[in-house]
């Protein structure tokens, strides 16, 4: 029996990809609202996490962001976004894809759902549409490209190096503004960003240095 279940487990072993380099097209597609989107901030980011180990925190593998996009008025806009990695052994990823209003501001646009990436594969390609809570309009033309090639808007910068992240979640009325802070000993606390309610659930990912934190939304 021991030699049956270490044959199998070596076995599949074998089935996962061996340590290399990892790319990946992201093609993003975002429907069309009846508000008008103009000055877009989209944050897209790449995570690897360990499967077998349920409490372990995500860690971050590449960050790209965009800024000032200003979407079609008449159709979807497209976006395209590029990730590498280097794969790392009993490694698995996910992509998370946010656009607010402006850095730091009401979230319009996410990715709905846990979305996989570099599944047995080390070169991928993704189409994605974005979910989002405003009214949909039905466009009238053609996807328009944003961003580098098709817009004002170009990738502002790439996350180098690894660093653990943790997502913040919660809910704030709409239009009032609140501070998010944190502090290792629950007295000294710092603010980390400002950010508005916008009536339902909000939530942001960042960066964890250090062993402790804690975190609090204080009125501003």
Known sequence: MRLIF????FAAALAKPLAGPLEADVHLTFPLTKQKMLGIYVDARLYE??????????TLMEQVEFEDLD???KAHSLLDVHFSATRKMRMNYYVSIRAYAEKGG???YFIDGFQKIFESVDVDELDIELATRLPKKNPTDDPVIVGKGGGGGEAIGRLIGIHRAVEIEWEGTEGDDFLLQKSSDLENW???EPVVGNGGTVSTFLRVVGRVHFWRLHTD
């Open 6 to 9: 270490f044959a199998v487990f």
């Open 49 to 58: 996490y360990d499967p077998w180990l349920a409490d372990a925190p995500a």
């Open 71 to 73: 979407f079609s008025t």
């Open 106 to 108: 009401t979230q319009y």
């Open 190 to 192: 710092e603010t980390v």
